[in-house]
C-alpha cells in the first residue's frame, strides 16, 4: 500500500536515512574530543609548527603520509618509535586531522621520535634529496622550500584556533624559510606523550660482554638492520655522512653497545634501545667494527 503512495514513501525513506545519519554522524560529537580524550602533556603548535602544518597541507604529503598509528602490533613496531600508539587525546589541537589512509610512504604519526637532531639535518638532507639518504625512495625533492615563509595571517591563525602565543613566538618567525616551518612541524609529531626513552636506558645489561665475536656469522644479518636504520645518516658503507664514520671504529664494544643503546639525542644519534634488542644490537657492533668491506 505504501509503495503506491510516492510522496509518503519518500519522506518516510529520509526520515530513515536522517536517523542513521544522525546516530552515526552528528551525535558522537557529544562523546568524542570532549574533556575526558584530553592529555595533559599535549600541548598546541606554536605559530612555526602551525605554519609547517599549513604547509604539510598546501604539498599534500598526506597523499602519500598517514598520521596516525594503528593498535597493531606490526604498526606499533613499525612507525611507534617507542610512543606506542595513537591515543585520541593527541590529535586534539589538529583542525583538520591528518590522519589518511594512503601509505605510499611511512606512517609520520610518531616521526619527532625519530629524528631527535635539534637541528633537524636528517630532514633538511632527506626533503631536499630523499634519494641522497633512502636511495630507493619514490618521494619528489621538496628543496623549492627553501624560500621566505609567508607570515602575513600567522597571528590571525593562532587566534582563529585559539592556541596561546606570546611576542617570542611570533618573533622567532622571523627570516625563516618554509623548510624551517616543515621541519618544526615533523619534528614535534608525536613528541608529546610521555615515551618509553627512559626504559631504553635499563635495558643496557649490566655486564657488557659481546657474545658475537665472529663476524662470518652475524655479517649478513647484521649488515641488513644496518641498511635499515643506520646507512641514511651513516653512509651505505659505514663511511660517516651525517653521523661519523664507523668502519673499524676504535671504541670498545661496550661503549659502542651504550651508543646505540641509549642514542646521543642533543646531536642527533637516535635511541634505538627500544626499537631494537640486545641480540640485534651485539651484532650491529660486531659488524660496525669490520675494517674490510
Ligand atoms: C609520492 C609520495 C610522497 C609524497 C608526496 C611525500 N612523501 Fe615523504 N616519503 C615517501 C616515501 C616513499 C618515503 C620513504 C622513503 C624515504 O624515506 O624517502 C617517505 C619518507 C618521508 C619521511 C621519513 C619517514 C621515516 O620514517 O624515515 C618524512 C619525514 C617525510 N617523508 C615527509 C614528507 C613531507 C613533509 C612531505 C610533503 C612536503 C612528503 N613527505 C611528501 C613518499 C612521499
Ligand atoms: C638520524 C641519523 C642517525 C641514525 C639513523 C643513526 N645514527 Fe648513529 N650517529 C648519528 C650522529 C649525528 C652521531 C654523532 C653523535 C655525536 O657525535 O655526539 C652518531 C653517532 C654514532 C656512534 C658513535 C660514533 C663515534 O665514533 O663517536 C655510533 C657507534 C653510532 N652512531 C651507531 C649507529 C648505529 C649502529 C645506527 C643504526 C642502528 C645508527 N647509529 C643510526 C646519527 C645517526
Known amino acids: 500500500m505504501l509503495e503506491k503512495n510516492p510522496v509518503i514513501f519518500i519522506i518516510l525513506a529520509f526520515v530513515v536515512i536522517m536517523v542513521g545519519t544522525s546516530v552515526t554522524m552528528i551525535a558522537p ?8 580524550d584530553r592529555i595533559a602533556e599535549v600541548k598546541p603548535y606554536t605559530p612555526l609548527q602551525q605554519e609547517g602544518r599549513d604547509l604539510y597541507m598546501r604539498e599534500g604529503c598526506n597523499n602519500c603520509h598517514s598520521q596516525v598509528v594503528r593498535t597493531l602490533a606490526a604498526d606499533v613496531e613499525r612507525y611507534g618509535n617507542g610512543g606506542g600508539y595513537s ?22 604519526a610518531r616521526i619527532g621520535l625519530k629524528y631527535p637532531d635539534p637541528k633537524g639535518a ?16 619514490n618521494m619528489p625533492s621538496y628543496a623549492f622550500l627553501n624560500q621566505a615563509l609567508d607570515t602575513t595571517y600567522s597571528e590571525r591563525k593562532m587566534k582563529l584556533l585559539k592556541f596561546p602565543y606570546t611576542q617570542a613566538d611570533l618573533d622567532d618567525l622571523k627570516g625563516k624559510s618554509e623548510m624551517d616551518a616543515i621541519i618544526a612541524y615533523m619534528r614535534k609529531l608525536g613528541t608529546d606523550i610521555p615515551v618509553k626513552k627512559a626504559e631504553a636506558a635499563v635495558l643496557v645489561p649490566a655486564v657488557l660482554n659481546n657474545p658475537y665475536t665472529d663476524v662470518k656469522a652475524v655479517k649478513e644479518e ?16 659505514r663511511e660517516g655522512t651525517l653521523g661519523p664514520a664507523l668502519k673499524g671504529s676504535a671504541k670498545s664494544d661496550a661503549d659502542l653497545f651504550k651508543i646505540i643503546s641509549n642514542g646521543i639525542e642533543a646531536n642527533g644519534m637516535p635511541t634505538f634501545g627500544a626499537a631494537l634488542d640486545e641480540q640485534k ?10 675494517d674490510t668491506k
Open 281 to 290: 644490537i651485539w651484532k650491529l657492533v660486531t659488524y660496525i667494527k669490520l
Open 122 to 137: 636528517w630532514h633538511r638532507k632527506h626533503m631536499e634529496n630523499p634519494q641522497s639518504v633512502v636511495p630507493a625512495s
Open 29 to 36: 560529537f557529544k562523546w568524542i574530543n570532549g574533556p575526558g
Open 222 to 237: 647484521a649488515e641488513a638492520i644496518y641498511k635499515q636504520q643506520c646507512a641514511s645518516c651513516h653512509g651505505e658503507k
Open 87 to 108: 591515543k585520541s587525546g593527541e590529535f586534539f589541537y589538529d583542525r583538520p586531522h591528518l590522519w589518511g589512509s594512503r601509505r605510499t610512504g611511512p606512517d609520520l
